[in-house]
């Protein structure tokens, strides 16, 4: 089982790309999609869903867009891929038994209910401005060793 659909993936990612949006400025779908490399006609679903459930504003018009409704630091990954997935497959027992309790647990019960936890923890306590900081600090730390690894082989050419 993944942890969230690919229609949830594409959300992420496409948050962590509208986080960098400046206030009161918009994303077009093309840009994000090409940024996050995600299909701009299967985005543009994602983002007018979650547009209608009040995670983003929506602009028509050549400035037009998407932007964020609320801080990146606001939205948690939990609350995203409940808006695009739902929680029910978390809730669901992993055997596939109808009744899978505490009293009635399936062989898998146990387990699953830790990683359960775990994996609900996280898409709880993690935000898309820490998702987008994270990204930013990886970028930082690939240019410099690409102008690193520039300036040793301009070193080995002379």
């Given at each position: 089982m993944m942890i969230y659909s690919r229609s949830a993936e594409y959300a992420i990612r496409a948050f962590v790309q509208l986080a960098e949006v400046p206030t009161g400025k918009y994303a077009m779908v093309k840009q994000i999609a090409e940024k996050a490399d995600i299909p701009a006609h299967f985005l543009a679903k994602i983002l007018q869903q979650l547009a209608r459930k009040g995670f983003l504003r929506s602009s028509k018009g050549p400035t037009?867009?998407?932007s964020l409704r609320q801080p990146s630091a606001d939205i948690t990954l939990l609350q995203i891929v409940e808006a695009v997935d739902g929680l029910e497959d978390y809730h669901r027992c992993p055997?596939?038994?109808?009744?899978?309790n505490d009293q009635m647990p399936c062989g898998m019960h146990d387990s699953w209910k830790a990683l359960r936890s775990r994996i609900m923890d996280y898409l709880e306590q993690t935000s898309i401005e820490d998702l987008a900081k994270a990204l930013e600090l990886k970028r930082r730390n690939i240019d410099k060793s690409v102008r690193k690894s520039k300036r040793s082989a301009a070193k080995k050419a002379i």
């Open positions: 037009g867009g998407f055997a596939g038994m109808a009744e899978c």
